[in-house]
């Protein structure tokens, strides 16, 4: 079959890039063809827009125009289809299913995202393959939280569905009125191990920082711990002017090397808080909101929640404890498994 992968995959975002690659390697190892639908809603487009001329300080510009650099390189290699500037230009017709990937595309409530209902299978063009929801996220969205009832109609016009944590899971059922199974991440999923690239410069001396935003508390906290440690520290993905060293030029295929390179990490994101897992990394999560309602399901299930740190001063205490990665593989392996066989068989119905 001929599939069309819908899905956020264009900013510059290490996660993001790398659920849609594994996505899209998972579902060609079943056998079929597979691009990446290259659309983007305008609104999050734009916000994702580089703007050279906002930059006030020439370190943070030369990071943003490196990181760039990197990920367009890597970009090259994902398998798109040409760019659709709105959804009612997508020829649906030309794919026998269109799998709704991963990520935050259920997050109606944020209007950077774009409220967008061609995540929600509603579509300009006549389609009459099959709709395919896997592993995507409501995100921050609130549970209570009703969209339109055009995109209301369009889930329960899926012919299979799933998501990635239990609070989508509840949302769907009390607002959609239909039930999802819960999968890994594609990030999870076994062929994702085969993607990745060399990275060099990062070793076990260094504590890897992958985070949009630290409070000057915590940044203070983790330098103090790195240097406890004997760590340095590097800020990958994000600029932190605080950090010793800041690699704007890993991009998303590095990353994986990065993190598995690296002596422990510190994240604020949900896949960089997967990727720590699935390398088997000692790690702290910065517990915002956004990081607890994201990352909260897969913590509880690997008996991880005590890696959540909401004290700056704790942080170290989190560090150290340790973690027992002979159960957690077992159990990411049982779930990732499972999460291939649905994929495999939803593709295959």
Known sequence: MRIGVLTFHAGPNHGAFLQAASLLASIRQCGHQAEVI????????????????????PRRLLFDVVKRLAFREDRKLLARSKRFHSSSSIPTQHYDAIV???????????????????????????????????APSIGSMRLDYKPTQNIINGIRHFDHLSVRDESSRDWLQNICAVDAVNVVDPTWLPTARGLGAPCRGIGPSDML?????????????????????????VAVGYHQPWCDMNR???????????????????????????????????????????????????????GLSNRFVAKASRLDVALDRKIDWVSANELIGEHAERS???????LEK
Not at 222 to 231: D, N, P, Q, R, S
Not at 340 to 346: D, G, I, P, V
């Open 38 to 57: 290259d659309y983007t809603h305008p609104r999050l487009r734009n916000s994702e827009r580089f703007r050279p001329w906002i930059y006030r300080r």
């Open 100 to 134: 709704v990937g991963s990520d935050v595309v259920w997050n109606f409530q944020n209007a950077r995202l774009g409220s967008d209902p061609v995540y929600a299978g509603v579509f300009a063009r006549s389609f009459t393959g099959k709709r395919i929801a896997y």
């Open 209 to 233: 920082i992958y985070a949009p935003i630290v409070e000057p508390s915590a940044a203070k906290a983790i330098a103090e711990c790195a240097k406890k440690k004997g760590l340095r520290t």
């Open 248 to 302: 704007a030029d890993i991009g998303p295929l590095a990353w994986p090397a990065a993190c598995r390179q690296a002596a422990c990490i510190v994240s604020a994101t949900f896949h960089g808080t997967l990727f720590a897992i699935r390398e088997n990394k000692p790690f702290v999560c910065l517990a915002t909101e956004d990081m607890l309602n994201k990352t909260s399901h897969w913590l509880k299930q690997l």
């Open 340 to 346: 291939l066989r649905w994929l495999t068989s939803a």
